[in-house]
Each structure stands twice: as structure tokens, then as C-alpha cells.
């Protein structure tokens, strides 16, 4: 089993839409978790960090749920603009080493 | 302000050639980061360093990667001899703190012919 795993997509969302993603990671007493976001050819930029009470940032929410391993990314009334490639990050207990899924790629139409 | 940079941005050479990059971290950041991201692979961690010390190499995939870290502002992966499939993007990252978020450079997209 990978340590960090994301369904690749694509996810074709219409503008407006609501779009969820998920992210599993293997090791349970991992400690920190990031969404990052990647354009084409462009480098990775954070877009959230994940706490356990959960967080939002505008249209953007991120959830926890240890329980299951897994974090989530919500996306509210998507824009064009928010077709990227989302990247999950996992810290594995007792390193700073960030571990990257594979990312969801995601395209909103017009 | 300015981010991190990696230089060059776009490299080709051939196979057996010497192959350095280079990076500079974001001014007043402690730690850096080296990925390397393939389609296969995904983005994969290589190396990183705090305070100019190398903490855990374990990433790097075989001895004809070496990096260094000679100063504060400064960091070099070097192949030494290059090879076609380590044609992929190198992304340098640097963060405040280990614990800090860690922010990329634009990659130098390296081709190995």
C-alpha cells in the first residue's frame, strides 16, 4: 500500500460546482497535513494546511478524520481558475519529510 | 520579495555528462528541501538539509546523486554521470524551520538524451 493515495481523476466539474477530494495515508500516528495546489509545469503552492478540528479558507475546506486516515478538500462554487492538480501531503511520525500523493487532477468548465 | 530561485531553468544533456543545479533559498530560511518529480513517481523527496547540514539523504535513489550545501543562500544536486531516466523536474524548496511550510522553487526541467 502506497503511503499517501489520491484518485489521479480528472474530475470535470461544471463552474459553480461543489467538488470533494480524498486523500488516504498509511501510517496512522502520521503528524501534519497540507493541500498543496500544482498548475501545469509549475511548481507546487500551499493551499491549506489540515487541522484535526478542521479548517476553511473561503471557498475551501479541509477535514481530518484520523479514524479512517484519510483528509479531504472541498471546493465551494468552482471557478475556472481552479483547475490545478491538488496535491495531498502527509509528515510521517517523527520526521519533517512532506510525502506527496500523486495528486487529483481537477478541470472546471465553462 | 523574491522566492526561491533554481537555475538553470531548462536543461539538456547527454548521457555520462555532469550535471549541477542550483538553488537558492528564500532569504532568512533555515532549511531546504530537493524533490524530483516524474509522472511515474510523482514528486518524491531526495534530500534535505537545516542550518547547512544534511539531515536525511535517504531519498537520493543512487551515489551518482550528491548534494552540498556550502552556505546559507546556496544549495547544488549534482549527477554525476547522468542518466536517461533521471530526466524529470527538480524542485528545490526552502522553509523556515523543518516544521515550517516549505516553499518551492519553479524546477529546473532536466532532459537526459
Known amino acids: 500500500r502506497k503511503e499517501v493515495e489520491q484518485d489521479p481523476g480528472p474530475f470535470n466539474v461544471p463552474e459553480g460546482a461543489t467538488v470533494a477530494f480524498n486523500c488516504t495515508y498509511s501510517?496512522?500516528?502520521?503528524?501534519?497535513f497540507f493541500w498543496y495546489r500544482q498548475d501545469c509545469r509549475k511548481e507546487p503552492k500551499l493551499l491549506m494546511s489540515?487541522?484535526?478540528s478542521g479548517n476553511e479558507d473561503g471557498r475551501f475546506t479541509a477535514q481530518l478524520n484520523r479514524a479512517s486516515q484519510y483528509i479531504s478538500l472541498l471546493i465551494r462554487d468552482s471557478k475556472l481558475s481552479d483547475s490545478a492538480t491538488y496535491l495531498c501531503?502527509?509528515?510521517?511520525?517523527?520526521?519533517?519529510?512532506?510525502?506527496f500523493g500523486t495528486g487529483t487532477r481537477l478541470k472546471v468548465l465553462a | 520579495d523574491a522566492g526561491v530561485i533554481q537555475s538553470p531553468r531548462h536543461e539538456v544533456t547527454e548521457m555520462g555528462q555532469e550535471v549541477t543545479l542550483r538553488c537558492k533559498p528564500i532569504?532568512?530560511?533555515?532549511?531546504l528541501f530537493w524533490y524530483r518529480q516524474t509522472m511515474m513517481r510523482g514528486l518524491e523527496l531526495l534530500i534535505y538539509?537545516?542550518?547547512?547540514?544534511?539531515?536525511?539523504d535517504s531519498g537520493m535513489p543512487e551515489d551518482r546523486f550528491s548534494a552540498k550545501m556550502p552556505n546559507a543562500s546556496f544549495s547544488t544536486l549534482k549527477i554525476q554521470p547522468s542518466e536517461p531516466r533521471d530526466s524529470a523536474v527538480y524542485f528545490c524548496?526552502?522553509?523556515?524551520?523543518?516544521?515550517?511550510?516549505?516553499?518551492f522553487g519553479p524546477g529546473t526541467r532536466l532532459l537526459v538524451l
Open positions: 524548496a526552502s522553509s523556515l524551520g523543518l516544521e515550517e511550510t516549505q516553499y
Open positions: 501531503v502527509v509528515t510521517p511520525p517523527g520526521t519533517y519529510k512532506y510525502i
Open positions: 501510517n496512522s500516528a502520521s503528524q501534519s
Open positions: 538539509f537545516n542550518n547547512n547540514v544534511p539531515i536525511d
Open positions: 489540515v487541522y484535526s
Open positions: 532569504s532568512g530560511h533555515n532549511s
